[in-house]
């Protein structure tokens, strides 16, 4: 009796050690060509589980085996890795994608000229008696 419990007990812990053993925590670098992306929002793709890059470019985030970062910040392309099982460290290039203006324009507003105007008001004298 006290083997088969002790047998359902192994397995139902080997049980857990096997569930938990498929997240994986996945670590690295976000920068440019120039210098490191702080705020760079990594996300697990399809679902609501994020994290952001700190200030020094660095990150961590617990991701699955086939699932998909998205590494994604304002003037640069979306990047997208595949974890696979060797994945541990990841060092991403973004790409900008900002478009350089070429020519500048000056536009000016049309001047407002202030007329003088004028209202001339008459009183008669009743008017002013009465008060």
């Given at each position: 009796?006290?083997?088969i419990k002790l047998l359902s007990l192994a397995l139902t812990m080997l049980c857990c050690f096997l569930s938990f053993g498929q997240e994986k925590l996945i670590t690295g670098t976000v920068s440019d060509k120039n210098e490191v992306l702080p705020f760079v929002v990594v996300q697990i793709k399809g679902t609501k589980t994020y994290t952001h890059t700190d200030f020094d470019g660095k990150f961590s985030i617990k991701a699955k085996v086939g699932e998909t970062l998205l590494f994604s910040f304002i003037g640069y392309e979306p990047f997208?890795?595949?974890?696979?099982?060797r994945t541990n460290t990841?060092?991403?290039?973004?790409?900008?994608?900002?478009?350089?203006?070429?020519?500048?324009?000056?536009?000016?507003?049309?001047?407002?000229?202030?007329?003088?105007?004028?209202?001339?008001?008459?009183?008669?004298k009743e008017a002013i008696e009465k008060t």
């Open positions: 009796m006290k083997s997208k890795v595949k974890i696979k099982k990841l060092n991403i290039v973004l790409i900008s994608n900002t478009i350089l203006l070429q020519e500048t324009y000056h536009v000016e507003r049309p001047t407002q000229r202030k007329l003088n105007q004028t209202e001339i008001i008459k009183i008669s």
